[in-house]
């Protein structure tokens, strides 16, 4: 069984700045957490969730264009967690973030690649 637990969402004026953090627990990960892929995805109200950020086993990251150059993907893989800081926002990064994991995946930018997905946050960013 796996839990993604995300945290740090909220109400944040334009130009600020949110981190978010996803705990993961169960016996999938115990102490093999590096082996998996996390991403981060997200849905505003009427759209499809998509891509934010992933990091790979190996800590390579990749970003949409829509956050590079803002959003930062990191993870511990002593503490099971993936982190997004995410700065200079913008009112059309209001969304629910979901976080996810993948064991393996062709294309990290698919939602479909992954396995296991948080609850959600909600972030509103006001103009």
């Known amino acids: 069984q796996v839990q993604l637990v995300e945290s740090g969402g909220g109400l944040v004026q334009a130009g600020g700045s949110l981190r978010l953090s996803c705990a993961a627990s169960?016996?999938?990960?115990?102490?093999?957490?590096?082996?998996?892929?996390m991403g981060w995805f997200r849905q505003a109200p009427g759209k499809e969730r998509e891509f934010v950020a992933t990091?790979?086993?190996?800590?390579?990251?990749h970003y949409s264009d829509s956050v590079k150059g803002r959003f930062t993907i990191s993870r511990d893989n002593v503490k099971n967690t993936v982190y997004l800081q995410m700065n200079s926002l913008k009112p059309e990064d209001t969304a629910v973030y979901y976080c996810a994991v993948a064991q393996a995946a062709a294309d990290y930018a698919l939602s479909s690649e992954y396995d296991y997905w948080g609850q959600g946050t909600q972030v509103t960013v006001s103009s």
């Open positions: 990091i790979t086993q190996t800590s390579r990251t």
């Open positions: 169960g016996r999938t990960f115990g102490r093999t957490f590096s082996r998996y892929a």
